[in-house]
């Protein structure tokens, strides 16, 4: 009898087991047929196909386990912006349940570690400040405060600019901007009654100074203040090439602070003034196609090609720009031809309705090792990818900003 009951117990469980699983594999056939209709907007054609893909927003670039990343960061933003635009909860618990992956109850973060002042870690953390709002949830608040501290005692330049990484000692990255300010924009405006919008504007005037290229008007992306590094110029510090996607995290960086800027501050103007002198400088490289190349001025070099990260993050910040009035209302045109060149040249849609983003520069930067020189073979050598988030994330933002 306890033999029979043992053996009845047994093969209840078997078929529970059973059961989950064909509901879990049907659940996944389900998503991976589910049709997105091309009446959509590009927005959410896109974050539905991302989703498609990845139902777990750590699982986007192929990732095999959660992690804490400035890419996921830049998703996350994405689709807050999504969310904020169209009150679609699913945008928003894409967002929520990645954070609730990677931060433990104590406010912990996953594979964060603050003593390795690595300013890239700081983007991760803007998505936070929504879920926190909506969740009121400490640990978020938490986790909020310990990438505060880390600006706190995060290593600078002489002249006060924020180090890129430990690892790259004194060196400013045009990447680097947009890692660290509008974080650190929103939470002074929000937690600091906005004290350290001084110490904000200087990261951007520091960059301007050191990196500006009068010739063309564009900026370098990095800066050794040392000038020791092989990549610098041993007069100026600068690295000897301009990267569109660079500069498209500056750009986006600049309108993204100014959204927590006072409009008293009496630094506010200078910030919009560096906008429109980059934005006018870019617009004179936007290709007949409305793209922009891979090495921002050199279009018609062998090897160069319309690059889609950088693209999309120019269009981002002028229409932004002009929405909120910091630039000419003609750099909406500008705006309008680059993502119609985006989605016409770079964006493949296969039979069901999932978009693809190609020929994403999977990643650039200068120093380490393998060793990155800066030069205009290094930035065309660079892996091209599709369906990157460095190309998924700014295609969703440039798409929400011109989306009536």
Known sequence: MF????????????????????SFMNARAQEKTMVISKDLKWSERMALSIMKRDPKAWQIDNNEKPKWDYKLGLMMTAFENLYNKTQNPVYFNYVKEYYETVINDSGD????????????????????????????????????QLLRKQLETHPRTN???FWHKKIYPNQMWLDGLYMGTPFYAEYTAEFEQGKSFDDIVKQFEQIHQHTLDPKTGLL??????????????????????????????????LVDVLDFMPKEHPKRKELIQYLNEISKAVAKYQDKSGLWYQVTDA?????????????????????KGVKKGYLPKNYK???????????????????????????????????????????????????????????????ILAAVELEK
């Open 333 to 395: 045109k500008l705006a309008e031809k680059g993502f119609d060149g985006i989605t016409k040249k770079l964006v493949t849609v296969d039979p069901d309705g999932e978009i693809h983003i190609t020929q994403v520069c999977a990643s650039a930067g200068l120093g380490g090792n393998p060793y990155r020189d800066g030069s205009y073979e290094y930035y065309i050598s660079e892996k091209i990818k599709v369906d990157n988030s460095h190309g998924l994330g700014p295609f």
């Open 220 to 253: 370098f992306h990095a800066w050794d203040e040392s000038k020791k590094m092989d990549w610098a110029n041993k007069e100026t510090g600068t690295s000897p090439n301009f990267w569109s996607r660079s500069i498209g995290w500056y750009m986006m960086a």
């Open 3 to 22: 033999l029979m009951d043992k053996k009845r117990k047994y093969f209840g469980l078997l078929l529970v087991i059973i059961s989950l699983l064909f």
């Open 159 to 161: 002249s006060g600019g």
């Open 109 to 144: 973060i996953l594979n964060y570690k603050l003593e390795d002042y690595n300013i890239d870690y700081i983007n991760a953390g803007k998505g936070l400040f929504e879920i926190y709002k909506k969740t009121k949830d400490d640990r978020y608040l938490k986790a909020l």
């Open 299 to 319: 279009g018609n070099r062998k090897g160069n090609y319309l690059e889609a990260s950088g693209s999309e993050m120019f269009v981002y910040a002028f229409a």
